[in-house]
Nanobody
């Protein structure tokens, strides 16, 4: 059974940093892409960044330069390093994996930025 488990969320002060982790139940090479999304209260889910099985990355303009996606193949884990956080970054953050025609989601991890 496919499982994606996020961790690393929490409460942080504005200007601070957090690193989120997404641990996959199998090899992350089996996913065409893995990515991060977030959803703030009352807002639609927003794409943040992805990394392909070949290692290519891309990120949304709204977080470019502040958020960095990376992965550790040996740990089957994808990370989202988040710097210079502000109150607008408060949301539930979700890990996503695409394998063939299927899309998988983690349960989400809450990030709260206090101003």
């Amino acid at each position: 059974q496919v499982q994606l488990v996020e961790s690393g969320g929490g409460l942080v002060q504005a200007g601070g940093s957090l690193t989120l982790s997404c641990a996959a139940s199998g090899s992350i090479f089996s996913y065409n892409t893995m990515g991060w999304y977030r959803q703030a209260p009352g807002k639609q889910r927003e794409w943040l960044a992805f990394i392909t099985s070949g290692g290519s990355t891309n990120s949304a303009d709204s977080v470019k330069g502040r958020f960095t996606i990376s992965r550790d193949n040996g740990k089957n884990t994808v990370y989202l390093q988040m710097n210079t956080l502000n109150a607008d970054d408060t949301a539930v953050y979700y890990c996503n994996g695409i394998r063939g025609n299927s899309m998988y989601w983690g349960q989400g991890t809450q990030v709260t930025v206090s101003s």
